[in-house]
């Protein structure tokens, strides 16, 4: 089984965010960038539904140089090998359109991403690439596994869950519960070195999508603490001050 991750390169969760060029540009000064955490989930799936011999894992990434430590770590976590499509991730319908048209020429079994990017958070590139490719594409996915040419797939639903088998080959966004993420031992960091990575260069793609400005959450008001075993105190503040209740 071939299987292609798609893994971005975000901000770490713990970066304070701040913004360049009249707040239309995320400022990436100073900023640590990781292997994105719901991509690190599909991987580590991966990892798991090939182990054994029984497939091959290449992770895929839309941008320039400074992506290669995060690609690097994909590789060390336990994927073979790895492809960068040499561009400025510009937005979803880009990066889908890139990583569609090099599936078209290299066709995989299953092809995961994660539920979402943690930087723009926009739950797109799969959506996307089920539809330029015409194949079947599943999000927020919560458990999936292979038999032959078939996967079953959980995911949740208001309520419930729903369970789905699908023929492969096909998209699925993954989330937590899919698997754990593998930390890379020392074998796979020294592995991940030579393993190849393949720079492709990108198609045309037009994109039509123009951010207008960023702006960050107002800052949290003040807290006023109240004591455990005052709950009149804490029910007035609600009516007077919160004015919730
Ligand atoms: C400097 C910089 C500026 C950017 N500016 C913008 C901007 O202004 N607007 C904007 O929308 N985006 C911007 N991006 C791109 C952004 O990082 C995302 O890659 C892209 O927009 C998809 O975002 P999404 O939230 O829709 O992805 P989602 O659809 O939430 O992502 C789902 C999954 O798709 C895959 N995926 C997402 N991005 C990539 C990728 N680059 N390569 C491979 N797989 C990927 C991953 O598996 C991810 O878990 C910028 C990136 C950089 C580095």
Same mark, same amino acid.
């Given at each position: 089984?071939? /299987?292609?991750? =798609? ?23 100073? !900023? ?8 690190? /989930?599909? #991987?580590?799936?991966?990892?798991? #539904?090939?182990?054994?011999? *029984? ?21 060390? /976590? ?16 880009? +990066?889908? =359109? ?12 299953? !092809? ?11 739950? *797109? ?13 599943? %999000? ?8 032959? $040419? ?6 949740? /639903?208001?309520?419930? *869950?729903?369970? &789905? ?16 993420? *593998? @930390?890379?031992?020392?074998?796979? @960091? ?6 190849? #990575? ?9 994109? $039509?999508?123009? !951010?207008? %400005? ?8 003040? +807290? ?12 007035? &503040? ?8």
């Amino acid at each position: 089984m071939k /299987i292609l991750v =798609c893994i971005s390169n975000v901000p770490d969760t713990t970066t304070k965010i701040t913004f360049t060029d009249n707040n239309t540009q995320f400022n990436t000064a100073g !900023v640590q960038f990781i292997l994105n955490p719901y991509d690190e /989930i599909a #991987l580590a799936r991966a990892i798991e #539904l090939t182990d054994g011999d *029984k497939g091959t894992i290449t992770v895929i990434n839309v941008g320039e140089t400074n992506t290669e430590p995060t690609i690097r770590k994909a590789l060390a /976590i336990g994927a073979h090998d790895a492809v960068r499509i040499n561009a400025k991730p510009h937005d979803a319908w880009f +990066v889908a =359109c890139q990583i569609a048209q090099y599936i078209k020429a290299n066709p995989f079994d299953l !092809v995961l991403t994660g539920r979402e990017s943690i930087d723009y958070n926009g739950s *797109k590139v799969a959506g996307m690439l089920g539809e330029l490719l015409d194949l079947p594409s599943v %999000s927020i996915i919560k458990k999936l596994d292979v038999e032959g $040419n078939n996967a079953t797939v959980e995911r949740e /639903i208001e309520g419930g *869950k729903e369970l &789905l088998t699908i023929p492969l080959p096909f998209i699925a966004g993954t989330a937590e519960g899919v698997a754990e993420p *593998k @930390i890379p031992n020392m074998r796979g @960091i020294m592995s991940a070195r030579t393993k190849p #990575l393949t720079i492709v260069e990108p198609v045309d793609v037009q994109t $039509n999508l123009e !951010v207008i %400005s960023y702006e960050t959450p107002a800052p949290r008001g003040q +807290v006023k603490l109240v004591p455990a075993d005052d709950v009149a105190q804490l029910v007035e &503040l609600l009516h007077t001050e919160a004015r919730v209740i």
